[in-house]
């Protein structure tokens, strides 16, 4: 069956820059839906007098969706194709879009968590965009791929720095707030026809239509997919954790107004991104496992620096901009791996639970990080020593365990791709 290798399709380039730019593109507009309420947390605790628990509970909620959905998302892609799943996931984000907006103008809390609930929807996406974008790269440029499509995590960049400036545009207030996710939902309609008219499956893709709990079951038995969800927790995981809570805490340590909060973590959020297909062409030239290893390095070391409150913005920025950057780099290095050893028939499905993990390595830490705040001195120092420590052990378990294992997975691949 390998001998039919050579007659696969050609990809024309210009195919695939349309594909992927349009991918980039629809993953970056779900994102900034399904980060609407980071931005906007301070004000909706305000009006609705949240202590740091509940808000917490607010900000994080929609990861939660957004990481298990990726799950049978992936799956689903694998049979439909990504021009059918990002038409119909931008179309039915819709809904939780508006309907938050509604929980927020009647002061709603709990319908205002449930909603929020349902907006993860929008971040299951990224469990679309991998597969569909492996489909249109040959095997050495994946990691350059997958990396620039990540990038489209800055979504929440702009969701930090736009959704707080869009509801003082927009009359500020509970009005500017309502029209603010007007605007957001008639911008994912209009994606929704681009992604239908102008998005082309791949040539070379075919759908994949066993049964999904089987596919799912499959996935799980490959080592490959346990392993890259921890590494992938840990990286992506921090970057959501930080890109959904860091304006809460720098309203809270530094002081910051919602809107500057947002534009500082905008450039977090844009550190990341422009981090992420630099790690993913890096992971193509030296392999994912040293680019993977300086980004948990790297992190372990900022999350220390950031518990000792540097003063803004100097100390503070640099901080979290590095952090950013570690961050972005790890996550373009795991998804690299990912299109290496991934069977090429189960590359969505095991996308979808690698990126479940990812965002349930978000969906922890605003939790964490609000439960250990220390009102007394107004820190986040155990919070902040815990990231540190994970992202250790993660550093230890990629140079101790991956490298005795990683021939064989790479073999694994290959006969599965037969």
């Known amino acids: ?18 594909n992927l730019t349009l991918a980039t593109i629809a993953f970056a507009l779900t994102f900034w839906a399904w980060n609407l309420i980071a931005p906007l947390a301070v004000q909706y605790s305000e009006a609705l007098s949240l202590n740091t628990s509940q808000k917490s509970l607010l900000v994080a909620t929609p990861v939660l969706v957004g990481a298990l959905g990726r799950i049978p998302v992936g ?23 508006l309907l938050v907006a509604w929980a927020g103008s009647v002061g709603s809390y709990p319908l205002l968590v449930l909603f929020a609930f349902l907006l993860g929807i929008a971040g299951t ?19 350059f791929a997958t990396g620039v499509f990540g990038a489209g995590m800055g979504g929440t960049a702009l969701s930090a720095y736009f959704t707080p400036r869009l509801v003082k545009w927009l009359g500020g207030g509970a009005t500017g707030l309502v ?10 309609a209009v994606l929704a026809i ?17 049964r999904v709990l089987p596919k799912l079951g499959a996935a799980l038995k490959l080592p490959v997919t346990w392993q890259l969800s ?20 720098i309203n809270t340590i530094y002081g910051f107004s919602p809107v500057d909060a947002g534009g500082r973590t905008a450039v977090f959020s844009i550190a990341a991104v422009v981090a992420r297909p630099v790690g993913g062409t890096l992971s193509d030239r030296v392999g994912p496992k040293p680019v993977v290893l300086v980004s948990l390095a790297g992190a372990a070391i900022m999350a220390v620096l950031a518990s000792t409150q540097p003063k803004p913005d100097l100390g503070s920025g640099t901080t979290f901009v590095l952090m950013a950057l570690f961050l972005g780099l790890g996550t373009g290095g795991v998804f690299a791996w990912v299109a290496r050893l991934a069977p090429a028939a189960r590359v969505g499905t095991v996308a979808g639970i690698v990126g479940a993990a990812g965002g349930l390595g978000g969906y922890f830490p605003p939790l964490i990080m609000g439960e250990t705040y220390d009102g007394a001195d107004n820190d ?14 993660a550093f230890l378990f990629t140079l101790l365990v ?16 037969v």
């Open 194 to 210: 681009v992604c239908w008219t102008l998005m082309t499956d791949s040539p070379r893709w075919a759908p994949n239509t066993d």
């Open 402 to 417: 991956l490298p005795r294992q990683r021939k064989a997975q790479e073999q694994q691949a290959r006969s599965a791709r």
């Open 75 to 97: 799956a689903l892609t694998d049979r439909y194709g990504g021009r059918v799943m990002f038409t119909v996931l931008s179309l039915v984000s819709i809904v939780p879009v």
């Open 179 to 188: 029209w603010t996710h007007v605007a957001i939902a008639i911008a994912l």
């Open 380 to 393: 986040y120092t155990v919070g902040l020593l815990l990231l540190c420590a994970l992202a250790v052990i």
């Open 125 to 143: 996406s990224f469990a679309t965009g991998i597969p569909f974008v492996n489909a249109w790269y040959d095997a050495p440029r994946r990691g």
């Open 230 to 249: 921890f590494l992938y927790a840990v990286t992506f995981g921090g970057f959501v954790a930080f890109s959904t809570y860091l304006p809460t805490y």
């Open 1 to 18: 069956m390998s001998a039919s290798a050579p007659a696969l399709p050609a990809l024309p380039k210009a195919m695939q820059a349309r």
